[in-house]
């Protein structure tokens, strides 16, 4: 199955996060360590099976918690820190990251 342009860039906005948290607390400056890697490769495979597919809201914001609850954790904590930094070195990325927020929200009442 083919990625939509904004489930691509949202795996891809995802990958640059887990690299600015990765390069801040693991001192890996040539790419991802191990358990980044891990953790980026867990969030694909749950972006790739979320029931809401096209309408998909960010993960933070969805009613569906497909995460496990060690790796929500994880992602939280990636999010926390990456998220104003990327907006000063992927500007449109995290620009966007924001509209997606706001553009498709999780309704209550929604199912997949």
């Known amino acids: 199955m083919k990625d939509s342009q904004r489930i691509a860039r949202e795996k891809k906005t995802v990958k640059i996060m887990i690299g600015i948290y990765c390069t801040a607390h693991h001192g890996n400056a040539s790419g991802i360590c191990g358990e980044c ?31 496990k609850p060690e790796m929500r954790e994880k992602m939280r904590a990636v999010m926390r820190y990456s998220g104003p930094k990327i907006l000063l070195s992927h500007p449109v990325l995290g620009v966007m990251h ?7 929200k999780a309704d209550k009442d929604r199912r997949p």
């Open 37 to 67: 890697a891990g953790l980026y490769d867990y969030a694909v495979r749950r972006t790739d099976k979320c029931p809401f597919k096209e309408r998909k809201p960010v993960c933070g914001r969805c009613q569906v918690h497909c995460h």
């Open 98 to 104: 924001i509209i997606d927020r706001f553009r498709y």
